[in-house]
């Protein structure tokens, strides 16, 4: 018996958004203009094409997308440890549509992708400054673990975040 991938399923997400499913979904590299501008926006970081396919390549089954009638509104990156733990890399959602339970739908699928592997740790690093992340974080049960000084490419500190499942 096989182990099920992230391919191998989609996640299909009970919510609507303009009439349309929202769908989470394996990434392709066909979204990469899409997840890259959605960086831009919202992480305001600038990546190389070369990362994404980096991450894709790492753990295809951590790297997930919220998919809107085609066009992703979101994303969730991660990649995993050799002592088997994930990190999340990038996790955003654009700004026309945040607020509406699609962060929400990427980090159940994800949680749900790291269960099915066996994963028992989770972690992730936030701006200090993104309140509203910190506290959709801690809703998921994720907790402080240490403040990471000048962590950021513009100098922000940021929050080192970790889950046990």
Partial sequence: ??????????????????????RVRPFVPNDIPAVASIVREAL???YPTSLYLDIHRWWRDGFLVADLDGHPVG????????DGQARILM???????????IGSQ?????VQVCAMRGIRQIELEVRISNDDA?????????????TLEKFYTDGEDGYKMIKRL
């Fill in 1 to 22: 018996m096989g182990h099920e991938t992230a391919d191998d399923r989609h996640f299909q997400v009970g919510r609507t958004l303009r009439s349309a499913p929202v």
């Fill in 44 to 46: 305001r970081e600038n």
């Fill in 75 to 82: 994303f969730l990156a991660a990649v995993i440890s050799a």
């Fill in 91 to 101: 996790f955003a959602v654009t700004s026309g549509f945040r607020k509406r339970g």
């Fill in 106 to 110: 990427l980090m159940n699928a994800f």
């Fill in 134 to 146: 910190i506290r959709f974080y801690k809703t998921y049960g994720f907790e402080i673990a240490a």
